[in-house]
C-alpha cells in the first residue's frame, strides 16, 4: 500500500501543531528541587541552612513531600564547575623504566 507525500505532509503539518504534553510528575528528586530554585534561594537569604529547608521539603502539608538531604539540595543547587580540577596522569610507554638488557 503506498502511502502518497501529500498524506505525509498533511501528517507533519498535524504533528507540528501538537502542543506539549502537560507533565503531572518529574523524574527526580534533582528536577523537583530544580523547580523549587528561587524558593529555597530565598530562604538561604532568609538565613535558613541546608538542613533546615530539607526538614521545609519534606512535608508539603498535605502528606506530600521530597525526602532529601540538606546537603544533596546544596549539590543540585550549587553551580557545576568547568573542567576538572585532577591532574591528569602521565602516560609513559610499557616497559620504559626497565632496565636494558
Known sequence: MAISIETIERLKTKLKA???KPR???ESKKEAVLMLRAEVE???RDGYDWNDVAALIADDG???GIEVKGS???AF???PRMGGTRRK???ADAGENWPKV
Do not use: F, N
Open 72 to 74: 544533596s539540595i546544596k
Open 77 to 79: 543547587l550549587s553551580t
Open 24 to 26: 503531572t510528575e518529574v
Open 89 to 91: 596522569k602521565a602516560t
Open 42 to 44: 530565598k530562604l538561604k
Open 62 to 64: 498535605q502528606g506530600g
Open 18 to 20: 501538537v502542543p506539549p
